[in-house]
């Protein structure tokens, strides 16, 4: 079916143009299932490289381990088609992409690129939001507007702090940030659909919870195999492995299993470095046999078996950085 804001001016179609690992399943009832149009902003600023529709592609599905990219519509001001905003269709709308947990099924996902905490929105911006609202409301594609902040499990976000309502209404005029404070982050959280640990993680939020923060914390947790309404600790978890600035840094030397820094794989010689890994692998059970310095099949195999568990968008049977802040992570949630 062609729809009317298939035809806005302004509108590119992106579907299956994006980075992409696999589809969205269908929603039960198709595009009728849509009750709620979603409005996001991306909390990366304008002036950010990284701030368009491929680079979140990138990080949606290398990094969260999601399909495609989460929004289904987006809204990008910093190119211009027409005078106004282009607009990306991502994610064909009859999917039940990734964007509002358990209100997957009924949500439209619809991201304005920027961090409107400090930029503010163009009219050209302004314009294309109104279009695309206008358009999908005469589609009947859902009956409700909704900021990210506004579905439920997700007050605490910094999002969508624009005043879109006030867009809708045609109000061009001092039409600026509206300051909304997300609530406290919640101690305990429900994992909802979609969610992995690198999604609930607060990379932009006040409370800087890290993924190894939700490592620490969670000991007996897979995060690779969440599953919908398990509970984990998530705003207790704060500071759990990552120190707050007052924090002296601990030397590696004074934990019970050290970690060595740099990248060991196939066919690598620091014995001593070698050793500390396979002593800390099998102190998490991750077993290796016999510290031995030697990075033969056995450790290989322990570091591959440890990243399919613990980061599982970097699976190489090599160490590193990522593998080790993970393992210590995962150590310190044991006790050493």
């Not at 009859?94 to 409107?116: A, E, M, P, Q």
């Not at 294309?128 to 439920?152: F, Q, T, V």
């Not at 919908?228 to 704060?238: D, H, N, V, Y």
């Not at 590696?252 to 070698?274: H, M, N, R, W």
């Amino acid at each position: 079916m062609n729809y009317k804001f298939q035809q806005l001016p302004q509108l590119v179609d992106k579907r299956g143009k994006l980075p992409s690992k696999g589809s969205y399943g269908k929603r039960a009832n198709g595009v009728k299932s849509i009750t709620t149009r979603v409005w996001h902003h991306s909390l990366t600023k304008l002036s950010a490289g990284g701030s368009n529709i491929v680079s979140f592609a990138n990080f949606h599905v290398g990094t969260n381990g999601w399909p495609e990219i989460a929004y289904h519509l987006v809204i990008d001001p910093n190119t211009i088609i027409n005078g106004k905003a282009a607009i990306y269709y991502c994610v064909d709308i009859s999917k039940r992409s990734y964007h509002v947990g358990n209100s997957n099924t009924i949500g439209l996902g619809i991201c304005v690129i920027g961090d409107y905490r400090t930029d503010k929105l163009s009219e050209a911006t302004i314009r294309s939001i109104i279009d695309l609202h206008k358009a999908l409301m005469a589609d009947g594609i859902g009956k409700y507007d909704k900021a990210h902040n506004e579905m439920p499990g997700y007050s605490w976000k910094a999002c969508c702090v624009f005043d879109y309502n006030k867009a809708f209404k045609d109000v061009l005029s001092d039409m600026l940030p509206v300051v909304k404070q997300p609530d406290l982050v919640p101690g305990l959280y429900t994992v909802q659909e979609g969610d992995t640990f690198w999604s609930i993680a607060l990379k932009d939020g006040k409370e800087g919870i890290t993924v190894e923060d939700l490592i620490a914390a969670n000991p007996d947790v897979k995060p690779s195999q969440l599953k919908i309404g398990q509970t984990i600790k998530f705003g207790t978890a704060k500071n759990t492995y990552t120190p707050t600035p007052e924090t002296p840094k601990k030397e590696q030397l004074e934990y019970k299993y050290p970690l060595p820094a740099g990248v060991l794989k196939t066919g690598s010689t620091d014995k001593t470095a070698i050793k500390q890994l396979q002593n800390a692998l099998n102190a998490v059970n991750f077993k290796c046999g016999t510290a031995d310095g030697i990075y033969g099949d056995k450790t290989r195999d322990a570091v591959t078996r440890f990243q399919k568990v613990y980061l599982p968008y970097e699976v190489d049977g090599t160490y590193g950085p990522n593998t080790k802040s993970k393992l210590q992570a995962v150590l310190k949630s044991k006790g050493y």
